[in-house]
């Protein structure tokens, strides 16, 4: 790697680092994973500096990669409760069954990343408790007595934040759905 490109890269990671930081924490509750994202998409500008890819407005790049590996991990912590009823008996539409099937194909794997990616957006419009609420239960896959125990706020009031950014959720990607779902 030559001076100049090593100098862009530094360059880079001090002038960005702090705003990726606060974008990653944003949308991953674990510190811990936060970091390891971060790390990922400055190792990632490394390599492609290194093999020479055109980069042509690196502020964007270092946020769409990040935002990549956001999808990624929530891909990976997805609990099972996901294939669960997220809400009341009389709404039995889950999150997974708005989600296309993985396994349908190139056309269904491109709608089920674009809905996940207006889920992320769709998260970050919620109100912070209902939001940790949500991550705290559907991906991180922890239970309401355990985030009650931890935030000392009641289970029911939990489950009613739950229930709200269920509702906001599916409101809010029922319209991408519908189109990316168009036959």
Not at 45 to 72: K, Y
């Amino acid at each position: 790697m030559s001076l100049e490109q090593d100098r862009r890269i530094t360059d880079a990671v001090k002038q960005e680092q702090s705003r990726l930081r606060n974008f990653i924490r944003r949308r991953v509750p674990d510190s811990r994973d936060a970091e390891d994202i971060l790390q990922d998409v400055f190792s990632e500008l490394v390599e492609a500096n290194r093999l020479l890819m055109p980069i042509d407005h690196l502020t964007g790049w270092l946020f769409r990669v990040a935002r990549n590996r956001i999808t990624d991990l929530f891909r990976k912590k997805r609990p099972e409760s996901l294939n669960e009823a997220v809400s009341s008996e009389d709404e039995s539409l889950t999150l997974e069954d708005m989600l296309p099937s993985p396994d349908a194909g190139p056309e269904a794997l491109y709608a089920r990343s674009v809905l996940l990616e207006e889920l992320e957006d769709a998260l970050d419009e919620l109100p912070d408790e209902q939001r940790e609420v949500f991550v705290g239960h559907e991906i991180e896959g922890r239970s309401f007595k355990e985030m009650s125990a931890e935030s000392g706020v009641s289970v029911n009031t939990l489950l009613s934040r739950k229930r709200y950014a269920v509702l906001h959720l599916r409101e809010r990607l029922q319209d991408i759905h519908d189109e990316l779902t168009k036959a």
